[in-house]
């Protein structure tokens, strides 16, 4: 089976569990996701599996990329990714990959985008203290010093400095999988996944259970 | 759309017990111990009703021992089996949070009856 399926984030809610503890969860519509392509290890060097999700007008679809959907009978896709396949699994050029993959999985982990927050200060960026509101101060939320003098004769590298905040690729590992729906193609896990409504998300079996013996 | 919504609902409970802030009340509250199952009997006071939709909570109150102890209940948690009105409270306010720093016959509160149609 392939590694990962591309889904999009729905919102967040809450869930009671048997012991009628609730527990916040994220709502994300993961597949149907048609595979539009194979990586062969004679053709292209490396395995894995190119898949579309999120179906969208042949209308707003470019004559290649027609093309290109055509060769797996697919309708065309808004979001197209190449995802690991596992080793000795066969994928096949126009199967459809469903949630129920992740039926087995007690972790994911969730690949998005985070929401933008523009062009930000030091104390909302990087969570530095500020300056005295107070007392005479004028340096509210300054950053202060930014380094020594003529040693070491320049700002370190990494320096927290105001600038452009979110709207950027994060991971969120082990997050545990709380529902598998397969028929209405959701999957429901604990706690809150980057991104806004209705962004898409990249849900990844978890690598790290195992590896570190982070299991159940 | 609405699935959120849906998964919400699917939660919560069709016939929920009525009862009001100011009621006394007994809280019927599933318990497991190992593969054990029995049910535990909260009494007290309900102080708060908040939050909404699958997320509403009730608090309630009682002294034990000379100390108030509260607990809140989710209301639709399928750990709350039941709560079964004692007493009906006539009161004014919204949250009895005054009791807290009430004991004995300060902290009493008046009966509600039923008013002739």
């Known amino acids: 089976m392939v590694k990962a399926l591309l889904g999009k984030k729905l919102g967040m809610t809450q869930i009671y569990t048997e012991a009628g503890v609730l527990v916040p969860v994220t709502v994300i519509q993961v597949g149907p996701c048609r595979v539009t392509q194979v990586r062969t290890l004679e053709a292209d060097g490396y395995r894995a599996a190119q898949i579309g999700f999120d179906p969208k007008k042949p209308k707003r679809t470019n004559k290649p990329m027609m093309g290109h959907f055509a060769r797996s009978s697919s309708q065309p896709m808004r979001l197209i990714k190449e995802v690991a396949i596992d080793d000795g699994a066969e994928i096949q050029t126009g199967q459809d990959l469903k949630v129920d993959i992740f039926g087995d999985q007690k972790f994911v982990d969730v690949i998005g985008t985070t929401k933008g927050k523009g062009f930000q200060g030091v104390m909302k960026r990087w969570g530095f203290g500020g300056g005295p509101e107070t007392h005479g101060s004028t340096s509210h939320r300054r950053p202060g010093s930014i380094g020594a003098g003529s040693d070491p004769g320049h700002i370190l590298k990494d320096k927290g400095m105001p600038g452009h905040m979110g709207d950027r ?9 709380m529902r598998v729906d397969p028929e209405q193609n959701l999957l429901l896990l604990k706690g809150a996944v980057p991104g806004a409504k209705g962004s898409y998300v990249m849900v990844r079996k978890s690598a790290a259970v195992g590896i570190r013996g982070k299991g159940a | 759309m609405g699935v959120i919504q849906d998964i919400q609902k699917a939660q919560m409970k069709t016939e929920l017990p009525e009862f009001k802030v100011g009621d006394q009340v007994d809280v019927g509250v599933q318990i497991v111990e190992g593969d054990k199952q029995r049910t535990q009997v909260f009494n007290g006071v309900v102080i708060a009703r908040y939050g909404k939709g699958i997320a ?20 639709h948690s399928p750990a709350v089996l039941w709560v079964k009105v004692k007493r009906q409270g006539s009161v004014r306010r919204a949250k009895l949070y005054y009791l807290r720093g009430r004991l004995g016959k300060a902290s009493r509160i008046k009966e509600k009856f039923e008013t002739k149609e």
């Open chain 1, 169 to 177: 690729r994060r991971t969120v590992r082990n997050l545990k999988v």
């Open chain 2, 56 to 75: 509403e909570k009730f608090k309630v109150r009682r002294i034990v021992q000379d100390e108030g102890v509260e607990r809140t209940f989710p209301l």
